[in-house]
């Protein structure tokens, strides 16, 4: 006990002090509602208040799990989000790591936060307004896209009934709103790197690319790991915004752009709520599940990158 108190500093008062807005928040938003959990156990129904509805609603144990797991629907809807965030996160990956090199190394430092400006901007856009710009270029009438093709004379697309084109739309919007962030973050990793290490492979006369395959690149493993870590974990989570506004909630394309999000949100307007709570319940499950799991694989094989 006496060396815990010789350990407690005057600054450790100053950071917690300095912590604890943060603490605060989290305790409120994000361990409070945590509570809510016992929705996905009840047949909830509104009666008055919020606790008043989840003290008086039915108790039906794992009913709302049976449910959600014998809609026809929910199978392709977790095959949908398994598999786009396998393909979003493989190329997310490679492009982000791609673009900070390509930035990293150019001469011109104007030219340099130029393109990290341009492509950080759309990670600031509101997907409703995302949305309202494909629409523009998609529109069966006026969209940009259908008049081009009109006027070399070939037939307009009906895109938003034609199912086909979205996988490769989503994920090129996902790519073009996301990559300037995900950019950011390996580019700061790049610019903490050793700058002698590279004037030593100079002399040894390293070239550019011998540079970043064994300098650059090894160096940004666990930044790499950690972020690959972290993508998996929400493999069963999926961008609302993206796969419900983009696509307008369109009909034709439920069966291709559906997503466990979407379908919580869904639920939530039919009034199931106990379905959407269990739904969310088993993203939350599954998400804790991925974490853990990749994380013992890759401290089986370099515990240095492993995140605890």
């Given at each position: 006990?006496?060396?815990?108190?010789?350990?407690?500093?005057k600054?450790?008062?100053?950071?917690?002090?300095?912590?604890?807005?943060?603490?605060?928040?989290?305790?409120?938003?994000?361990?409070?509602?945590?509570?809510?959990?016992?929705?996905?156990?009840?047949?909830y129904?509104?009666?008055?208040?919020?606790?008043?509805?989840?003290?008086?609603?039915?108790?039906?144990?794992?009913?709302?799990?049976?449910?959600?797991f014998?809609?026809?629907?929910?199978?392709?809807?977790?095959?949908?989000?398994?598999?786009?965030?396998?393909?979003?996160?493989?190329?997310?990956?490679?492009?982000?790591?791609?673009?900070?090199i390509?930035?990293?190394?150019l001469?011109?430092?104007?030219?340099?936060?130029?393109y990290?400006?341009i492509?950080?901007?759309?990670?600031?856009?509101?997907?409703?307004?995302?949305s309202?710009?494909?629409?523009?270029?998609?529109?069966?009438?006026?969209?940009?896209?259908?008049?081009?093709?009109?006027?070399?004379?070939?037939l307009?697309?009906?895109?938003?009934?034609?199912?086909?084109?979205?996988?490769?739309?989503?994920?090129?919007?996902?790519?073009?709103?996301?990559?300037?962030?995900?950019?950011?973050?390996?580019l700061?990793?790049?610019?903490?790197?050793?700058?002698?290490?590279?004037?030593?492979?100079?002399?040894?006369?390293?070239?550019?690319?011998?540079?970043?395959?064994?300098?650059?690149?090894?160096l940004?493993?666990?930044?790499?790991?950690?972020?690959?870590?972290?993508?998996?974990?929400?493999?069963?989570?999926?961008?609302?915004?993206?796969?419900?506004?983009?696509?307008?909630?369109?009909?034709?394309?439920?069966?291709?752009?559906?997503?466990?999000d979407?379908?919580?949100?869904?639920?939530?307007?039919?009034a199931?709520?106990?379905?959407?709570?269990?739904?969310?319940?088993?993203?939350?499950?599954?998400?804790?599940v991925?974490?853990?799991?990749?994380?013992?694989?890759?401290?089986?094989?370099?515990?240095?990158?492993?995140?605890?």
């Open positions: 006990m006496k060396n815990l108190k010789k350990r407690w500093t600054d450790d008062i100053h950071f917690s002090i300095l912590a604890l807005p943060a603490a605060v928040w989290y305790l409120l938003f994000c361990y409070l509602p945590m509570f809510g959990v016992i929705i996905a156990f009840k047949q129904r509104v009666s008055g208040g919020f606790l008043k509805s989840i003290f008086e609603s039915k108790w039906t144990g794992l009913q709302n799990f049976k449910f959600l014998s809609n026809p629907d929910i199978w392709f809807i977790i095959r949908n989000t398994l598999a786009y965030n396998a393909v979003m996160i493989t190329v997310s990956t490679v492009t982000t790591i791609t673009l900070a390509i930035v990293s190394e001469h011109n430092k104007f030219a340099a936060k130029l990290q400006t492509l950080f901007f759309p990670y600031f856009l509101s997907w409703v307004v995302v309202a710009l494909v629409w523009g270029f998609l529109s069966y009438d006026m969209g940009m896209l259908n008049n081009f093709l009109d006027g070399i004379g070939i307009k697309h009906r895109w938003y009934m034609e199912s086909e084109y979205w996988p490769g739309i989503l994920v090129f919007m996902s790519q073009w709103k996301n990559i300037g962030y995900g950019m950011v973050i390996y700061a990793s790049i610019t903490s790197l050793d700058k002698s290490i590279y004037e030593a492979a100079i002399i040894d006369g390293a070239t550019k690319w011998q540079q970043i395959w064994n300098i650059t690149l090894p940004m493993k666990t930044v790499i790991v950690l972020m690959l870590i972290m993508s998996v974990g929400r493999i069963f989570y999926s961008d609302f915004g993206l796969f419900y506004q983009v696509p307008r909630d369109s009909n034709s394309l439920y069966a291709t752009v559906s997503t466990l979407v379908f919580v949100y869904r639920q939530l307007k039919s199931s709520t106990g379905m959407a709570a269990a739904a969310a319940m088993m993203q939350a499950v599954m998400a804790c991925m974490t853990l799991l990749v994380n013992q694989i890759v401290k089986k094989f370099d515990a240095d990158s492993a995140m605890i």
